[in-house]
């Protein structure tokens, strides 16, 4: 079955590790995002990647930081500069060219800093 | 303010009734419209999709959208317990170029319909 898997669905660290969220699609998509989900605020764009081995900076980058070195892959870390890294986090992905924009999204992973 | 307005709720009725769930939006520049839905802990999952301006209609949903007020909206009728679930209303500017890919996401509403 094609889609997104994210591991792990729920991680617990301390304050002041990093951390690092995996995202694995075998849809063949060129393009892949991750999104910050928290209570009441709707879905705000972190970072994202049209292609291999090139990614953008989305709404709040900051205390994040992001690799594309295969075409399938997309992990996100967490810093310790993240002042608030407590949330639920979507990694998504699309077909380049798509009139829809349609995003696909994994079943998220849920971190929370102690 | 923000580019895209939702009312998060929660909303909650009773099987059978018609939902209307709405978003209002301040960026003339949007062109394209989805609504999402998300169940619990889990990723959300397109629902609908729209381009102009007047009514979309997929079974028991109906996406309007109304560029000149910048409003848009999904009715659910003879709503069920299976629907309940947070709803998400996101837009973009266009599909290519730079914008591509790149939503604005409303807060989404919760929705409960029970039994």
């Known amino acids: 079955d094609g889609g997104i898997t994210q591991s792990p669905k729920y991680l617990f660290r301390k304050e002041g590790q990093n951390v690092t969220l995996s995202c694995e699609q075998n849809l063949n998509h060129d393009a892949m995002y991750w999104y910050r989900q928290d209570p009441g605020q709707g879905l705000r764009l972190i970072y994202y990647s049209q292609i291999v081995n090139d990614f953008q900076k989305g709404d709040i980058a900051e205390g ?12 996100l870390t967490v810093t310790s500069a993240q002042k608030n890294p407590t949330a639920f986090y979507l990694c998504a992905s699309s077909i380049r060219g798509l009139a829809t924009g349609e995003l696909f999204f994994g079943e998220g992973s849920r971190l929370t800093v102690l | 303010q923000k580019e895209v307005e939702q009312d998060p709720g929660p909303l909650s009725v009773p099987e059978g009734a018609i939902v209307s769930l709405n978003c209002t939006y301040s960026n003339s520049a949007f062109q394209y419209f989805m609504w999402y839905r998300q169940y619990s802990r889990k990723g959300p999952e397109l629902l609908m999709y729209t381009y102009s301006s007047g009514n979309k209609e997929d079974g028991r949903f109906t996406a309007q959208v109304d560029k000149s007020s910048k409003y848009i909206s999904l009715f659910i009728r003879d709503s069920q317990p299976s629907d309940s679930a947070t709803y998400l209303c996101a837009m973009t500017l266009n599909a290519g170029g730079t914008s ?16």
């Open chain 1, 64 to 75: 994040y930081s992001v690799s594309r070195e295969k075409k399938e892959s997309f992990p």
């Open chain 2, 100 to 115: 591509y890919g790149k939503l604005t996401f409303g807060q989404g509403t919760i929705l409960t319909v029970h039994p």
